[in-house]
């Protein structure tokens, strides 16, 4: 049985085809098109036995494009797909588990399109896509928003009237990624664990004997931490400001939060952690962009460490947490009070256990695979 797993964004769309026997999961196939809005684009696909880029050069290059480009390299492989998995960001406050796309089931999240249109239009685009070019196939849908819906209610609430849409509380986000690292680590993630997804996007996870009990994110992807081009928890007066004597629309407003603010904002050059380390030195907003991101990391590091009462464990995946060595530095020199020592050459290396031997907290990296996570729910779902 084959499977493929569509993890698709604003600005680029991951795939993975898996061949399934039993319970192992083999990737015969993945790659990931990036640069939406910003031709040419780029497709980068691997197998196991190449690695092909693909400057696209396409006049537009979009998510439908880019769709048409991978299900082109998925048919030259001549697979039989059985199941498809997609991502979903948002899955509202009744999608506690992937589900099978029904109509009654997208017609429901296309209510939701609203609340989060950064990613929901084109990750159902994508859905429609493969209905029509794989019919009579199942596609399961994978909600980033369940894995945080086993939180406690305090958690959950927003502090709104009573009375108001029950939609408004606080869902968390980068599910599927924090579900991965929790499998991966396995009975490391007993006792009290933060799990720090670190990329473009950015979020907190606190854990406790595998169950979520807070995260960063909260009613959509733009709370919480500095991220690359959004910029996480501010004063609403500030949006008050901006929606009145600031001279902005609501689009206006919607534009700036998730394109212009962020690391890209306050350096005024790059949303790119990488870029802008390299930067540092000779770059004063450079500079000023990697210590805001470090200090508001460690600041809801340590409410997500006073939620679970200590730290037994700390996870750095996604981009940054996977291959910036200096942030995860800092930020264990920062955590020195909680009883992180790090080990600087396991570090350097972006070993999988990174923490000193006499660390009371252990330090682990751990590359994210949210396409892994969909293709075995896709899997499971179409059983």
């Known amino acids: 049985m084959r499977v493929l797993a569509l993890d698709g964004g604003s600005s680029s769309l991951k795939f993975a085809l898996y061949a399934v026997a039993g319970d192992a999961f083999s990737p015969t196939l993945s790659g990931e098109a990036s640069g939406f809005g910003q031709p040419p684009g780029h497709l980068r696909v691997a197998t196991p036995e190449i690695v092909l880029v693909d400057d696209a050069g396409a006049a537009e290059w979009n998510a439908t494009i880019a769709l048409e480009r991978v299900l082109r390299v998925v048919r030259e492989r001549g697979a039989d797909i059985s199941a498809v998995g997609h991502r979903i960001v948002f899955g509202g406050p009744n999608h506690v588990e992937p589900v099978l796309a029904t109509p009654e089931v997208l017609r429901g999240i296309e209510e939701l ?15 429609y896509a493969m209905q029509g070019h794989f019919p009579g196939v199942p596609q399961i ?13 305090v958690a959950r609430r927003l502090p709104l009237p009573r009375g108001m849409d029950p939609v408004l509380q606080r869902y968390g986000f980068h599910g599927l990624s924090y579900e991965y690292v929790l499998w991966r680590v396995a009975q490391a993630s007993r006792g009290r664990v933060v799990i720090a997804h670190l990329g473009n996007g950015a979020s907190l996870c606190a854990l406790k004997d595998g169950l979520p009990m807070d995260t960063t994110m909260g009613f959509s992807p733009l709370g919480g931490l500095m991220m690359g081009t959004r910029p996480g928890d501010m004063d609403p007066g500030v949006l008050l400001y901006l929606l009145g004597a600031g001279g902005y629309g609501a689009a206006d407003l ?20 990488e870029v802008l380390l390299a930067a540092a030195p000779s770059d ?14 460690v600041k809801h590091l340590g409410a997500m460490i006073s939620v679970l009462g200590g730290l037994d464990t700390l996870v750095f995946t996604g981009g940054i947490g996977e291959r910036a060595a200096p942030i995860r530095s800092k930020t264990c020199e920062a955590l020195g009070y909680a009883g992180v020592l790090l080990d600087e050459a396991a570090n350097a ?35």
Do not use: K
Not at 141 to 153: N, Q
């Open 113 to 127: 399109v609203a609340l989060e249109p950064l990613h929901l239009r084109v990750e159902l685009d994508a859905v």
């Open 141 to 153: 849908l994978c909600f980033d928003t369940a894995f945080h819906r086993r939180m406690p209610a």
């Open 254 to 273: 919607a534009d700036l939060l998730n394109y212009h603010c962020g690391l890209r904002g306050v350096s005024g050059s790059s949303a790119n952690m």
């Open 284 to 297: 004063a907003f450079a500079r000023e962009a990697v210590e805001l991101f470090l200090y508001q990391l």
């Open 349 to 383: 290396a972006s070993a999988p256990i990174v923490s000193r031997e006499d660390s009371r907290v252990g330090v682990r990296v751990v590359p994210a695979d949210e396409t892994l996570v969909i293709a075995r729910h896709a899997c499971a779902r179409r059983r």
